[in-house]
């Protein structure tokens, strides 16, 4: 599979899942009349698999300092299963739960605000760029592995601190909201 193919489905799936959470946040798709009891686990899942992901990618960040290369692999493999995780789970609740206002009076108000907006914006920027990052780590071990070396330290210069960015806040986000989820 060339680069160019790889690109452009790269972009195709950061475009359908951008897209796709649009779409679940004007709440478009019908929703059943009855949700399901299992939805209502999913943001302490999201949570916790946000929280999984930033020990993992700070472990990972460590093991490659050490150039322990196989090891940073497989945690950025189990990173990428559960950050694949997170985000059906994500979709999931979004689709089906309903949207929980995080309170107007609250004088927390601003700094969750400033929280979720900069972690919604981010988490859209850093698909394209951990799914290039994972496709050139992967692509190391080939003939040409150096030129694909070099192109994922280029790239996790910027994919690595938004990716850790990203799931950290997605913690903080639901430390901040889960007290007002009407359902706990």
Known sequence: MSDKLVFRIVMGVSIFV?????????????????????????????????????????????????????AHKKLNIITFCLSSAFLVS???????????????????????????????????????????SFYFGLKTQQSNGQLYVQKHKQLTRWSYPIWLYVTITGVVVYLMISPYYPFL
């Open 18 to 70: 951008f897209v796709a959470v649009i779409i679940l946040n004007k709440k478009i798709l019908p929703v059943p009349e009855e949700i399901p009891s299992f939805v209502f686990k999913l943001p302490k899942l999201n949570a916790f698999l946000n929280g999984t992901c930033s020990m993992l990618l700070l472990l990972s960040l460590y093991m490659i300092k050490q150039k322990n290369i196989a």
């Open 90 to 132: 994500y979709i999931t609740y979004h689709w089906l739960a309903q949207e929980t206002i995080f309170p107007k009076d609250n004088p927390m108000r601003t700094l969750y605000l400033i929280i979720l907006i900069s972690h919604i914006i981010l988490a859209g920027l850093v698909l394209p760029l951990v799914l290039l």
